[in-house]
């Protein structure tokens, strides 16, 4: 079979997005952004957001670790040690007031278990979080909107442009699996073996970060290490030909990473994890550069496996 990646057919399956849906991410924004309001007319009660500064003592001492500037916090939420949030109830912004508190016997810091303490605080600002109304209010003040109809327009023209972006990643994605497909190549045990390690190091990493381990996982999805790892051996093989199309393309079409493209890569790198440069300098070894110049790589042959091809749209 002759290697093929130029002249490939394909639908771009294009979703328009639907009242409803605009509606439907309005009523979620409006969940997830409370109106907050600044009290200046009474002191504090339960269920006030406070933002303050406080320092820890104990015997005379100011221990590490108790001290805040700017701190938020819910009175009556418990979130704080018991005792801590009813003294700050009947305050107003600049009072200072000196909490008195019992640390729990079981406290995670062994040096304050069982201590008497205080706190210095000073408050700074009482808040009060409500619902908004699906109004015009709410387009001024979440949605940087004259009117919530202005509010609407823009956010359906942000969703139509990701379900866009979305659908032509998945084209591209298509297009070179399609490719890959007329690659003739031996893939051997050890590769799969391999790739499927590597998947489940993904899986556990994306896990860690919600505080889950693979054992928990396979629980809550009611399967076990080895179904996962026979399920991941079939992407696997693709993945393996996949990247052996794309050497290839890139080997018979002379594609190179320039400096220019590199940078911007990397600059989308920071963006995207919130970091400068000199932030990220610190992680840019040669393999981490190796793996930018492979991304680069490889969206270089997708969009010409795409300039290439022949799209129709549905």
């Given at each position: 079979?002759?290697?093929?990646?130029?002249?490939?057919?394909?639908?771009?399956?294009?979703?328009?997005?639907?009242?409803?849906?605009?509606?439907?991410?309005?009523?979620?924004?409006?969940?997830?952004?409370?109106?907050?309001?600044?009290?200046?007319?009474?002191?504090?009660?339960?269920?006030?957001?406070?933002?303050?500064?406080?320092?820890?003592?104990?015997?005379?001492?100011?221990?590490?670790?108790?001290?805040?500037?700017?701190?938020?916090?819910?009175?009556?939420?418990?979130?704080f040690i018991p005792?801590?949030?009813?003294?700050?109830?009947?305050?107003?912004?600049?009072?200072?007031?000196?909490?008195?508190?019992?640390?729990?016997?079981?406290?995670?810091?062994?040096?304050?278990?069982?201590?008497?303490?205080?706190?210095?605080?000073?408050?700074?600002?009482?808040?009060?979080?409500?619902?908004?109304?699906?109004?015009?209010?709410?387009?001024?003040?979440?949605?940087?909107?004259?009117?919530?109809?202005?509010?609407?327009?823009?956010?359906?023209?942000?969703?139509?442009?990701?379900?866009?972006?979305?659908?032509?990643?998945?084209?591209?994605?298509?297009?070179?699996?399609?490719?890959?497909?007329?690659?003739?190549?031996?893939?051997?045990?050890?590769?799969?073996?391999?790739?499927?390690?590597?998947?489940?190091?993904?899986?556990?990493?994306?896990?860690?970060?919600?505080?889950?381990?693979?054992?928990?996982?396979?629980?809550?999805?009611?399967?076990?290490?080895e179904a996962l790892?026979?399920?991941?051996?079939?992407?696997?093989?693709?993945?393996?030909?996949?990247?052996?199309?794309?050497?290839?393309?890139?080997?018979?079409?002379?594609?190179?990473?320039?400096?220019?493209?590199?940078?911007?890569?990397?600059?989308?790198?920071?963006?995207?994890?919130?970091?400068?440069?000199?932030?990220?300098?610190?992680?840019?070894?040669?393999?981490?550069?190796?793996?930018v110049i492979r991304?680069?790589?490889?969206?270089?042959?997708?969009?010409?496996?795409?300039?290439?091809?022949?799209?129709?749209?549905?």
């Open positions: 079979m002759e290697f093929t990646y130029r002249g490939l057919t394909a639908t771009l399956e294009r979703h328009i997005v639907t009242a409803s849906e605009i509606d439907h991410q309005l009523e979620r924004l409006r969940q997830q952004t409370p109106r907050i309001a600044v009290v200046t007319d009474r002191p504090t009660q339960t269920g006030d957001e406070v933002v303050l500064d406080y320092a820890g003592f104990c015997k005379g001492e100011q221990f590490p670790g108790g001290t805040a500037q700017n701190q938020t916090l819910v009175l009556g939420s418990n979130t005792g801590f949030e009813d003294q700050l109830l009947d305050k107003v912004p600049g009072e200072q007031v000196v909490v008195k508190v019992m640390f729990p016997t079981n406290y995670h810091a062994e040096n304050l278990a069982g201590m008497a303490a205080e706190f210095h605080c000073t408050i700074h600002q009482i808040r009060v979080k409500s619902q908004y109304e699906l109004d015009d209010t709410f387009a001024k003040e979440v949605g940087g909107c004259e009117t919530l109809e202005e509010m609407r327009r823009k956010l359906g023209e942000s969703l139509q442009a990701y379900t866009d972006e979305r659908g032509e990643m998945d084209l591209q994605d298509r297009l070179l699996r399609q490719a890959a497909e007329t690659l003739e190549i031996q893939i051997t045990e050890d590769q799969i073996n391999a790739a499927v390690e590597q998947q489940m190091q993904n899986l556990q990493a994306q896990l860690a970060q919600q505080g889950l381990s693979l054992e928990m996982y396979c629980s809550f999805m009611n399967t076990t290490e790892r026979a399920d991941a051996r079939g992407e696997a093989t693709v993945g393996i030909r996949v990247q052996a199309a794309i050497e290839r393309i890139v080997e018979l079409e002379k594609l190179e990473a320039t400096q220019e493209e590199i940078a911007q890569a990397l600059g989308l790198i920071c963006r995207q994890n919130k970091m400068t440069m000199e932030q990220l300098q610190p992680y840019y070894d040669a393999e981490f550069e190796a793996a991304s680069v790589l490889a969206s270089k042959v997708m969009k010409l496996i795409r300039d290439a091809a022949q799209v129709e749209e549905s």
